[in-house]
């Protein structure tokens, strides 16, 4: 180590936040989490996704989802504009790269909660992002809570079910997990990985 002069004294390496990416399977509470910690602390900010669904009512454009047309959407692809895109139930969803750049920039903690294929494309963009798994208690929890939001039909659940099992099954290929007990505790261990706390 370095010798620091007499009467000076050390600087202290600027630490930039990294990207933060939040995955983990359907119905694990990844909208309850990060939704909690935003309240708590609103400086760390969530990317909005665009997307090619039609908004739901209630919703506004640039604050919960961009909302763009296929052709719009083809733009973004090709134009490499996306950090990470994929199809989800007929509907297109991808994260547009610049504004995550900026924020990164400004030194702002950025956090993506996006589903695995999503965290896969941008580990392999971004090979320094932090990539957190948000995994269920057990199980029979996570089928408890895809099974009792009783909005789909059973066939819609199974298909969740199976794709569940494949998300599981990509735990090792995240940095950190953390099991979701509690909204409030993986919240700040959320926060303390992303050095905000």
């Given at each position: 180590m370095a010798a620091t002069p007499r009467g000076t004294t050390p600087v202290p390496p600027v630490v930039r936040p990294r990207l933060t990416v939040l995955s983990g399977p359907s119905g694990v509470g990844k909208s309850t989490?990060?939704?909690?910690?935003?309240?708590?602390?609103?400086?760390?900010?969530?990317?909005?996704?665009?997307?090619?669904?039609?908004?739901?009512?209630?919703?506004?454009?640039?604050?919960?989802?961009?909302?763009?047309?296929d052709e719009e959407f083809e733009k973004l692809i090709a134009n490499g504009e996306l950090l990470e895109w994929a199809e989800f139930a007929g509907n297109r969803y991808?994260?547009?790269?610049?504004?995550?750049a900026e924020r990164l920039e400004a030194g702002e903690p950025v956090l993506l909660e996006i589903d695995l294929q999503g965290a896969?494309?941008?580990?392999?963009?971004?090979?320094?992002?932090?990539l957190v798994f948000l995994a269920p208690p057990s199980w029979d929890e996570l089928v408890r809570r895809l099974t009792g939001r009783g909005t789909e039909p059973p066939e819609v659940i199974e298909r969740r079910l199976e794709t569940a099992k494949v998300e599981l099954a990509a735990e090792s290929e995240f940095d950190v997990t953390l099991v979701?007990?509690?909204?409030?505790?993986?919240a700040r261990e959320l926060l303390t990985l992303m050095q905000v706390v």
């Open positions: 989490v990060v939704a909690h910690m935003r309240k708590v602390h609103p400086e760390v900010w969530l990317s909005v996704s665009a997307t090619t669904r039609k908004p739901r009512p209630g919703e506004q454009d640039g604050v919960h989802y961009f909302f763009v047309d991808g994260t547009p790269r610049r504004a995550v896969r494309q941008v580990k392999e963009s971004m090979p320094d992002a932090q979701n007990t509690s909204v409030e505790d993986v």
